[in-house]
């Protein structure tokens, strides 16, 4: 155990101080706003991605207290990091109820909701879930390589996938990666980033399966984000990949119809 005097301690707290103080601030804000939507239900919308912008704030304080901590004690500052993972939970559960959480679904499905939030451009959008993405990667970072929360951050980090996709203008993106379109950059460099998610989301959910839960419901999750992207794929006319996609699903649902027959008939062995 690492051993600091009390002169450590002291120049440690008055070191974290100003990242308290600005926990104290957004944790404040929030109840305020929370109590807001609640009286007045009209522009939830727009405070809710205000709140979740606000929690990735309150991710990153809490993960450079723990830096902090690290630094000056050489200890892993473990209620701040698990404050931050509770707090980027709280972003995306924000944007879900913004955007939806829904993966391999139409886009006509949620695309309704989007209606609530036309005044955010295509800029903002690719920022938030940049942000997002950002602050998560850090918060892996400083929880490390041997965590007892590996396989929650799976989850986490499908849950951002889904938001990232759901908060893209789908309807209009052909349009927006016309060169000329004002559009453009934000909204090709929001696709690149969440056809590389849905990816990943899948392989990760697929690792989860084979090396953790031995869930078929986690094998399944995998399978519908390949799904998800599949759409993705077929919407912006990229065929030769959507086929790609479509037989990576169709190898894995074999697979998991194969590996389920394989349980059930030693269950009755």
């Known amino acids: 155990m690492a051993k600091f005097s009390d002169a450590d301690k002291h120049h440690y707290h008055e070191k974290i101080k100003p990242f308290r103080d600005k926990v104290h601030v957004i944790s404040t804000k929030e109840k305020t706003t929370l109590l807001s939507i609640q009286k007045e239900p009209a522009g939830a919308a727009a405070k809710r991605l205000t709140l979740a912008s606000d929690m990735l704030d309150l991710a990153s304080y809490h993960i450079v207290i723990n830096h902090i901590s690290q630094s000056k004690l050489k200890l892993k500052e473990e209620a701040a990091l698990n404050d931050s993972r509770k707090s980027v939970y709280k972003s995306v559960i924000y944007l879900e109820e913004v955007v939806s959480n829904y993966v391999d679904v139409p886009y006509s499905d949620y695309e309704e909701r989007l209606g609530e939030i036309v005044f955010m451009d295509a800029a903002q ?145």
């Not at 453009?184 to 090396?211: M, N, S």
Request: charged share 35%.
């Open 125 to 269: 959008r690719y920022k938030l879930v940049r942000k997002m993405g950002i602050t998560i990667d850090l918060l892996k970072n400083a929880y490390g390589d041997n965590t007892k929360w590996r396989w929650t951050f799976v989850e986490l980090e499908g849950r951002f996938a889904a938001v990232a996709k759901n908060i893209l203008d789908l309807k209009n993106a052909v349009t927006n990666t016309d060169p000329r379109s004002p559009n453009y950059e934000p909204t090709v460099g929001h696709l690149r980033l969440i056809k590389r998610l849905l990816g990943q989301a899948a392989d990760r959910y697929r690792e989860k399966y084979e090396l953790s839960t031995n869930r078929g419901d986690d094998f399944k999750l995998g399978i519908n984000f390949l799904g998800a992207l599949r759409r993705i794929h077929v919407l912006m006319g990229d065929r030769d990949d959507a086929e790609t996609v479509k037989k990576k699903q169709e190898i894995w649902s074999a697979k998991l119809e194969a590996d389920i027959k394989r349980m059930e008939a030693q269950k009755k062995a």
